[in-house]
């Protein structure tokens, strides 16, 4: 494929704007229509028990919490950085992904609407004081982190691989352990993420900018 020198705007990528933006509103109405259908429709949801809690019984911990949002922010991060050369060629493709992902999981949010471990009333990490989400399965935080580290593991070297999957293998705990998902959400973020880059990996080199 030739190195990208066009503008996005070119009457043949217009399809491929049109897909991002159509994305992105979709998504955002899917996430806040699942919020107001689980804190209208579901006030009394369960909180449920989990081995994890059982096991690691640790007072909460903002540090902990900030910890796995620090790590989606790394993630988001090095992927930009792992992409920089190619990114403006093939965003539409990445963009797709996030999509399909965040979508989907609103869409699953009000099949089980549990309770948030800690209630409504406490929010979780660097948001905990601005936004409440109340979708818990699958998990948004560990979900995403995956999906942007099966995108970007063969744009970065071995031992970079390794720290990143250290990292995400242990902020996946955190979720738990800090009560800001139950352990099942966990394995379904990763569950749905895998799945959304299966679906979309046979279409990377269609979901693209061309160039002229």
Known sequence: MKIFNSSIFDRQNNGRVLIILLGVS???????????????????????????????????SLIFEYYTDVVLISMIAITVWAWKDDMKQYFPYLAVNACLFYSTRAIINVLTPLQRPL????????LRDIAIQYGMFPSGHVGFAVLLFLLT?????MNLRNILFVLIAFQALLMVITRGHYSIDVVGGILLAYFVYKILQPYKERLVFYSK
């Open 26 to 60: 979709v998504t955002l109405m899917l996430s806040a229509a699942s919020d107001k259908i689980i804190s209208s429709s579901f006030p009394h949801r369960l909180v449920v028990d989990d081995i994890i809690f059982r096991l690691f019984a640790t007072p909460r």
């Open 119 to 126: 209630g409504d009333a406490i929010s979780h990490g660097l």
């Open 153 to 157: 593991k063969d744009r970065i070297e």
